[in-house]
């Protein structure tokens, strides 16, 4: 089994080197992560309209919302998928597919859908598209899969009462025609009940009595299976719901059958049928399932690169002099790599702020705390981040 893999999407000026130059501050960045934490890939982020600062830091608590909501849909898309799959990793994980490659690799190789998500329209307009995206493809999989939870569920049905025990299944090929001579009577009625077999013994001393006018001696024991014993028992019409509930009451469990002619085979093509229904209910399910789980994650990431732009102009501010980079990690040495880039650069936070061991802001100063949750900087265990980062993980 694969180890797990943390993201860490970091944004720091170019500035972190004297030349400023792009690519340098890329291999400085590469050095304080060094090899042993992880892997730097660069990630491209475009260059946005911006709008006022005010803007700006609606926009960064926007993002984080929509930022959760997509990470939300990529797991219920996944559980759905793994629900549908019967919980086998093997398969789910080959359905795990953005654009038809591994996750791992759309991050590695991320360019910005120019096409789809213009980056000359304003941020809040590309900010209200995703919105809408991840939206739809939620209420997408939810109407799909309850369309087959919904057929799944008919086709279990059917087939306990075509493989279940004497309480679920149907009595069509068990109760011979002869046995139910009341159908068109006008006032005697057959009841078939599903007698619990450690119950069975008492039955013919205790059924004539439970209510009034049940035909003396006309209990027939039909059939019998591991756990119930099926009897008919014919009564007077008027008193027939009365008998069904004090049945209910004896933990009999009362079966409603009637002969109808063709009843088999009428049964027998309904089970065709929904079995039909279900296999390509099934396919529809999967395809969506895996259509939409690449496209929320493609949502998710064009976010995240949303919310880089936004915090860096925050930030660092004008001119747009950054470099922003992909660390592919696990959970463990991502917390050596987030030290190491702490250490390096913790300057960027300015004189305020600092870290203790456990990667705490070490200096309580709630006025400026409470600027930067504003802002967005600040995340909800009251943790600030001495430089634009953000972590995550994609399963």
């Given at each position: 089994?694969?180890?797990?893999?943390?993201y860490l999407l970091v944004s720091l000026p170019t500035s972190i080197v004297p030349s400023k130059d792009h690519d340098e501050a890329l291999a400085a960045l590469?050095a304080t992560v060094t090899d042993d934490y992880g892997t730097v890939t660069t990630f491209p982020v475009p260059a946005f309209k911006i709008g006022t600062l005010?803007?700006?830091?609606?926009?960064?608590?926007?993002?984080?919302?929509?930022?959760?909501?997509?990470?939300?849909?990529?797991?219920?898309?996944?559980?759905?998928?793994?629900?549908?799959?019967?919980?086998?990793?093997?398969?789910?994980?080959?359905?795990?597919?953005?654009?038809?490659?591994?996750?791992?690799?759309?991050?590695?190789?991320?360019?910005?859908?120019?096409?789809?998500?213009?980056?000359?329209?304003?941020?809040?307009?590309?900010?209200?598209?995703?919105?809408?995206?991840?939206?739809?493809?939620?209420?997408?999989?939810?109407?799909?899969?309850?369309?087959?939870?919904?057929?799944?569920?008919?086709?279990?049905?059917?087939?306990?009462?075509?493989?279940?025990?004497?309480?679920?299944?149907?009595?069509?090929?068990?109760?011979?025609?002869?046995?139910?001579?009341?159908?068109?009577?006008?006032?005697?009625?057959?009841?078939?009940?599903?007698?619990?077999?450690?119950?069975?013994?008492?039955?013919?001393?205790?059924?004539?009595?439970?209510?009034?006018?049940?035909?003396?001696?006309?209990?027939?024991?039909?059939?019998?299976?591991?756990?119930?014993?099926?009897?008919?028992?014919?009564?007077?019409?008027?008193?027939?719901?009365?008998?069904?509930?004090?049945?209910?009451?004896?933990?009999?469990?009362?079966?409603?059958?009637?002969?109808?002619?063709?009843?088999?085979?009428?049964?027998?093509?309904?089970?065709?049928?929904?079995?039909?229904?279900?296999?390509?209910?099934?396919?529809?399910?999967?395809?969506?399932?895996?259509?939409?789980?690449?496209?929320?994650?493609?949502?998710?990431?064009?976010?995240?690169?949303?919310?880089?732009?936004?915090?860096?102009?925050?930030?660092?501010?004008?001119?747009?002099?950054?470099?922003?980079?992909?660390?592919?990690?696990?959970?463990?040495?991502?917390?050596?790599?987030?030290?190491?880039?702490?250490?390096?650069?913790?300057?960027?936070?300015?004189?305020?702020?600092?870290?203790?061991?456990?990667?705490?802001?070490?200096?309580?100063?709630?006025?400026?705390?409470?600027?930067?949750?504003?802002?967005?900087?600040?995340?909800?265990?009251?943790?600030?981040?001495?430089?634009?980062?953000?972590?995550?993980?994609?399963?």
């Amino acid at each position: 089994m694969s180890k797990p893999t943390k993201y860490l999407l970091v944004s720091l000026p170019t500035s972190i080197v004297p030349s400023k130059d792009h690519d340098e501050a890329l291999a400085a960045l590469r050095a304080t992560v060094t090899d042993d934490y992880g892997t730097v890939t660069t990630f491209p982020v475009p260059a946005f309209k911006i709008g006022t600062l005010d803007a700006l830091v609606q926009q960064a608590d926007d993002l984080a919302k929509l930022e959760a909501s997509c990470e939300g849909v990529v797991s219920k898309v996944g559980d759905s998928l793994k629900t549908i799959l019967e919980g086998d990793e093997g398969k789910v994980s080959q359905q795990k597919t953005v654009n038809d490659k591994p996750a791992d690799q759309y991050l590695r190789t991320f360019t910005w859908q120019k096409a789809k998500y213009r980056v000359d329209k304003p941020l809040g307009e590309i900010i209200d598209t995703l919105q809408k995206e991840i939206v739809n493809i939620d209420n997408d999989v939810k109407s799909k899969y309850s369309q087959y939870n919904t057929v799944k569920t008919n086709l279990t049905t059917l087939q306990r009462k075509k493989t279940g025990n004497l309480s679920t299944k149907s009595l069509t090929a068990i109760v011979p025609p002869p046995v139910v001579v009341t159908n068109d009577s006008e006032y005697l009625e057959t009841h078939f009940v599903a007698v619990p077999n450690i119950l069975v013994k008492d039955f013919p001393k205790t059924y004539e009595t439970v209510s009034p006018w049940v035909v003396p001696r006309s209990a027939q024991q039909i059939a019998s299976d591991d756990e119930y014993t099926l009897y008919a028992v014919t009564t007077f019409k008027k008193y027939s719901t009365e008998f069904v509930h004090k049945a209910r009451e004896q933990k009999w469990i009362p079966r409603d059958y009637k002969v109808k002619e063709g009843g088999r085979e009428e049964e027998a093509r309904e089970l065709e049928k929904v079995e039909r229904e279900e296999k390509r209910l099934w396919g529809e399910a999967l395809r969506l399932g895996r259509i939409s789980w690449g496209e929320a994650v493609v949502c998710w990431v064009h976010v995240l690169a949303l919310r880089v732009f936004v915090e860096t102009v925050l930030r660092y501010g004008l001119p747009l002099e950054f470099v922003c980079g992909l660390i592919k990690s696990t959970p463990k040495l991502a917390k050596k790599a987030r030290n190491s880039l702490d250490q390096q650069y913790s300057y960027l936070g300015g004189n305020a702020f600092g870290r203790d061991k456990k990667g705490r802001i070490t200096k309580d100063d709630s006025a400026t705390s409470a600027d930067m949750q504003a802002a967005g900087h600040v995340g909800d265990g009251g943790e600030y981040s001495l430089y634009v980062c953000y972590e995550f993980e994609i399963n």
